[in-house]
Nanobody
Framework: QVQLVESGGGLVQTGGSRRLSCTTS????????MGWYRQSPGKQRELVAA???????TYADSVKGRFSISRINNRNAVYLQMNSLKPEDTAVYYC???????????????WGQGTQVTVSS
């Protein structure tokens, strides 16, 4: 059973920063991709950022220039550095993984349990 475990959520003030981490037990294909989604009350879950095995990244327009996704070389962990946080960034953030970035962007194969990020105004 593949597990994705997120950490780093919490309460932060507007304009502050937060770093989310996700580790996985999945030793899948070297082409595996990972990403972050978020969901706030009453809204659909949305892709925040994704990163392919080769380092290609993609971001939601709402976070471009503020968030940065990265992964460590063994490809079993992914991070989301969030800067200049806004109240509208408040959500449960989910780690996701799949065989390639197209899978992660459309229908991830694996999900974490989520971590709450709350940005106070």
């Amino acid at each position: 059973q593949v597990q994705l475990v997120e950490s780093g959520g919490g309460l932060v003030q507007t304009g502050g920063s937060r770093r989310l981490s996700c580790t996985t037990s999945w030793n899948g294909s070297s082409a595996s991709a990972m990403g972050w989604y978020r969901q706030s009350p009453g809204k659909q879950r949305e892709l925040v950022a994704a990163i392919a095995s080769g380092g290609y990244t993609t971001y939601a327009d709402s976070v471009k220039g503020r968030f940065s996704i990265s992964r460590i070389n063994n490809r079993n962990a992914v991070y989301l550095q969030m800067n200049s946080l806004k109240p509208e960034d408040t959500a449960v953030y989910y780690c996701a993984a799949g065989e390639n970035i197209l899978v992660v962007r459309s229908r991830p194969r694996y999900w974490g349990q989520g971590t709450q990020v709350t940005v106070s105004s």
